[in-house]
């Protein structure tokens, strides 16, 4: 849904900035990011190696905290929240997919999945999950049964499982081919599109910029633009 009819943004930065370290030793990290992220919306960071798209990442889903600056989720301020409540919000609300897959390799797709499943409060089936990403006739194979596109997208419906609002993608094409990587994004799309959630997926390759709502260039640890798509491209028609 576009931005400019939604009143009431999933999240609500302003000014927001991480160092790391002290003194001569510090290393910024972001520099006063603004932004405001809705509902249904499919961001595109984008970027090159340590431009602060990993980190600002982080904030999001309430691994790091910020050094300064207003962090907030649905109104409540992130920052404040105490480990026990970040527990929370990381197991209930944000969905995690990184370019490494984490599956475990003596237990099934199906298992693999269920393992959050067991530990969510509303979650979908496994065997529902898997069959959002493509996966129904692959459920019950291990890890090392399976091609690397098909362990991402295993990771993709572990991650939406829950039934997140959130989902922050880093990198999830980033060890596939071409063909495959293609695979994973329309993997994304679909769950973006059916279940309307948010995803924001970190690139550095600007041709996944077609098929967001919105793309924000990142360098140096600032936003440097931020680029609007009024039709959205789809994940199997770019010209990569």
């Known amino acids: 849904m576009p931005a400019a009819v939604q ?3 999933v999240f609500h930065v302003r000014g927001l900035a991480r160092v790391y370290g002290e003194g001569d030793a510090a290393v910024i990290a972001l520099r006063g990011v603004d932004l405001d992220l809705f509902s249904g919306e499919l961001i595109v960071l984008l970027g090159a190696s340590g ?5 600002l990442l982080n904030q999001l889903g309430g691994l790091d905290s910020p050094t300064h600056g207003t962090l907030l989720y649905r109104g409540a301020n992130l920052a404040a929240f105490g480990e026990a409540e970040l527990t929370l919000f990381r197991r209930d609300a944000v969905g995690f997919v990184f370019q490494a897959y984490n599956l475990i390799p003596s237990l099934t797709a199906r298992e693999n999945v269920a393992l959050i499943t067991e530990i969510c409060r509303d979650p979908m089936a496994p065997e529902e999950a898997l069959a959002l990403v493509g996966l129904a006739d692959r459920m019950d194979h291990f890890p090392a049964q399976l091609s690397g596109g098909e362990q991402q ?3 993709i419906a572990r991650a939406i499982a829950k039934r997140p609002e959130v989902l922050l993608c880093d990198e999830p094409t980033g060890a596939l081919d071409v ?12 769950i973006n599109r059916e279940l309307g959630t948010l995803a924001v997926i970190i690139t550095h390759n600007a041709i996944l910029a077609d098929m967001a709502n ?22 199997r028609d770019l010209a990569w």
């Open 51 to 55: 431009s602060g798209k990993s980190t």
């Open 7 to 9: 009143t009431s943004p």
């Open 179 to 190: 063909r495959t990587g293609i695979t994973v994004l329309e993997a994304i799309e679909k």
């Open 153 to 155: 997208r295993v990771a």
């Open 214 to 235: 919105r793309v924000f260039t990142l360098s140096d640890g600032r936003i440097v633009s931020v680029r609007e798509n009024a039709r959205r491209g789809l994940a």
